[in-house]
């Protein structure tokens, strides 16, 4: 990994404390019958047991089949049944997987149902006899129990009495060598990803500025081979023409960074996809300011940013064959006697100006400026934006989607098969020349916001900025990066949404 420096400054990484419970350590045997302890056994509609789980019946006398038919465990994907005194096991937890092939996908969330029913304890997943074609299918059971698993523990106070959780290991029996090899090489580094990407989401606003999320993305590449990173401070901000981004932190005592990681993995000349993600470290709306209630959730208006981060890091960890750059404009948006008002107009590295109508809509101008500076320096073939931008993409998905938006309807329903395959759905909104009518300015070139649907002029404001040639996909994930309920492989709260995403975006690409 290398740093630039001069104008684009490189900046010093600093070693940060750990951010969360460290994750399981996970085994994977062939087909060693579990003897004692936890176990998570997995039964289809036909109520059959694998070899393994045949053989764990005959240890506990039967009363495991018995239970089945008692309780009419019906083995519906997802339902979960937990048996208790089962000696010699401490706990068995039958998890249904329905009557169809499962997916990777699936495979996933059937491993964070284990992690969510588990108290924290070694386990061991029976993994022989699943109805799947898919190689590896133990390493995706992994996946998805780390996933599902993850705790930010960092402010918690723990004693004697209430002992912080050990690491535990999660036995993955029934499972080929492929499994391990795809976990350790590949998944494995997914997962770090993410829970990178969450950590940052749920890091609270006092202790994460421009610049210490800067440095913890430093720490987290070091050692990456065939990356880059370049960080723009205030000075080269304003030399470089970005008003934009500049105007946003301008009311902050933090500064704005421009984070940039380039990754090469790819061929030599190839061109890369860019990623660019929004990075308000917290909004408070600037002037327009926000009311309080929610407010404190502004600490994850950096999810775009951080989604991209983790992407990044996991493509670069695993050594997956593309060339990406990810751009991160990071800023905190503060009420201060320098902060930009509405009414302000705001020059743009492009030269085209913004008429500010309200200064909470603070992402798009990050985001003009970013995806404008990596159009000038690099020669892309794709440029995806993600982005906690609108609260309209919210109110219209709700937690089941993001908003997708693209210029042409073809590459939307691309994007929504990469978004069935890796597990973070996507829906299409509209693009129409009506939204770019919407945002012209009386003073300026274009202003930040105005008319509906929000989401849609949101994009239009971005959009302004990307070449009209140029593959382009506009991620609004307000509706899904904070969650109030979990799911198999999200827990409550942030879910670094995008990462996994993005991330088979990049290897969709590679192939």
Known sequence: MTFKRGLVVGLTATMAAPLALAGPSFDFTPNTTPDDGDIAIYVGVDQALSDIGTKIDRSVDGRLSA?????????????V??????????????????????????????????ATTNDGDAISLVADGLSTDVDGAGAYLAKGYALGGYHFLKYKMFDADNPAP???????????????NMFERDLGHLVDGVTFARDLGTEPGNT???????????????????TTITVLDADAIRANGMGALMGVGQGSIHDPRLLVVEYRGGETGDAPIALVGKGITFDTGGISIKPNNGMWLMKSDLSGAAAVAGTVLAAAKRGENVNVVGVMPLAENMPSQDAIRPGDVLTSMSGKTIE????????????????????????LRLLVNIATLTGSAARAMGDDYAAIITRELPLSLEMMEVGKRAGEDVWPLPLHPSH????????????????????SIGAAVVGT????????????????DWRDEPTATVPVGHGGWGVRFMDELLRSESD
């Open 67 to 79: 239970a089945l038919q008692g309780y009419n465990f019906d083995g519906a994907f997802g339902s």
């Open 208 to 226: 994460l500025w421009p610049q210490d999320f800067v440095e913890r993305v430093q720490t987290a590449f070091e050692g990456t081979r065939n």
């Open 465 to 480: 900025f990307v070449a009209e040639d140029l593959p382009w996909v506009h991620l609004d994930i307000a509706g899904v």
């Open 356 to 379: 500010i109508m309200s200064t909470d809509a603070e992402g798009r101008l990050l985001l003009a400026d970013a995806v404008y500076y990596a159009q000038q320096e690099y020669e």
């Open 81 to 114: 049944l937990t048996l208790r005194a089962m000696a010699p096991y401490q706990t068995i937890t039958v998890i249904g997987t329905g009557d169809e092939a499962l997916t990777a996908r699936h495979l996933a969330d059937l491993g964070g149902y284990a």
């Open 166 to 180: 050990e690491p535990h290991t999660v036995t993955v029996a029934g499972t080929e060598r492929a499994s391990k």
């Open 436 to 455: 770019f009518v919407q945002i012209e300015s009386l003073i300026a070139d274009i202003k930040n916001t105005g008319g509906h649907p929000g989401a």
